[in-house]
């Protein structure tokens, strides 16, 4: 069974930095690219950054772009994402997703349950 | 805004055959697959359809995906009151530094 767990999210100070990170299980980790999705309270679902199967390939979001890293340890079965200088508007839900392919694609066929991240002051 | 237009809402009755579609343009949906997710109240997205028409295992065959042009749609067809969600488009976007986008969703409701 695959499963994706995250953990990492909490409440901070704008400005601050905070580190996600997702547990994956169930499946050839290494295999497939993975992706970061946020949904802010109330509102839809926004991608925040994806990786390819050996870290070749990244990209962000605009809106993280130059804030947050994302990077994966294949050998640990782990995705992460560090954030930096977190503004209020980055305050979500934050979803690990796994690729249906090795590169980076739109679909997402598996998903923790998410990790909420609360940036106020 | 989200550079994927949809509908915000949608309704139907049990049995109904209902639609929803997604809007973009030449640099998303005219170049890219389309996928669609269904999220229910409360939990994380589902994968309903990938590369504009393929269904994952599992997923009914009442979904189906298409794409023409720089649009795309999702069809339901016997609708269910366990249908009632909200459902989202997503495809690549070729001319924006991030390379997902998402539509800004459409709230399906079964009268």
């Known amino acids: 069974e695959v499963q994706l767990v995250e953990s990492g999210g909490g409440l901070v100070q704008p400005g601050r930095s905070l580190r996600l990170s997702c547990a994956a299980s169930g499946f050839n980790f290494e295999d497939y690219a993975m992706n970061w999705v946020r949904q802010a309270p109330g509102k839809g679902l926004e991608w925040v950054s994806g990786?390819?199967?050996?870290?070749?390939?990244?990209a962000y979001a605009d809106s993280v772009q130059g804030r947050f890293t994302i990077y994966r340890d294949n050998a640990k079965n782990s995705l992460y994402l560090q954030m930096n200088s977190l503004r209020t508007e980055d305050t979500a839900l934050y979803y690990c997703?796994?690729?249906?392919?090795?590169?980076?694609?739109?679909?997402?066929?598996?998903w923790g349950q998410g990790t909420l991240v609360s940036v106020s002051s | 805004q989200s550079v994927l237009t949809q509908p915000p809402s949608a309704s139907g009755t049990p049995g109904q055959r209902v639609s929803i579609s997604c809007s973009g343009s030449?640099?998303?949906?005219?170049?890219?697959?389309v996928c669609w997710y269904q999220q229910l109240p409360g939990t994380a997205p589902k994968l309903l359809i990938y590369k504009s028409n393929q269904r994952p295992s599992g997923v009914p065959d009442r979904f189906s995906g298409s794409k023409s042009g720089t649009s795309a749609s999702l069809a339901i067809s016997g609708l269910r009151s366990e249908d009632e969600a909200d459902y989202y488009c997503a495809t690549w976007d070729d001319s924006l530094n991030g390379p997902v986008v998402f539509g800004g969703g459409t709230k399906l409701t079964v009268l």
């Open positions: 997703a796994k690729d249906v392919s090795r590169g980076s694609s739109a679909g997402s066929d598996y």
């Open positions: 030449s640099s998303n949906i005219g170049g890219n697959y």
């Open positions: 990786i390819s199967w050996n870290s070749d390939r990244i």
